[in-house]
């Protein structure tokens, strides 16, 4: 309704999708500190460049679903990255780091 009435698409003052869509990536990258970073900078690379099926999504769909599509799916992906790589490299880290327990 916000959208249809003020004739913009993705307005940046409202955030919510962009925190649903950070909330996604951690929860589905999983981990610990660096598995969270991880997701977070996953997440904002895929937001901006908005890469193949999450930029059809953006531009394509409208309205409300579009808005959040872009950036659930994007979180989508960012965790699935994220904790791929947190699973592949967990053998080669620390189990601390600067005193901050990892697992």
Request: hydrophobic share 55%.
């Amino acid at each position: 309704a916000y959208e249809a009435s003020t004739q913009t698409h993705d307005a940046s003052h409202i955030v919510i999708d962009e925190v649903a869509g950070v909330w996604l990536s951690i929860a589905i990258g999983g981990g610990g500190i660096l598995a969270s970073v991880l997701a977070l900078v996953f997440f904002r690379i895929f937001d901006i460049t908005k890469p193949s099926f999450i930029g059809r999504i953006d531009k394509q769909v409208k309205g409300g679903l579009g808005v959040m599509g872009d950036d659930m799916l994007a979180g989508l992906v960012a965790g699935l990255v994220a904790g791929a790589i947190w699973v592949l490299s967990r053998p080669y880290l620390p189990e601390q780091i600067f005193g901050i327990a990892l697992f």
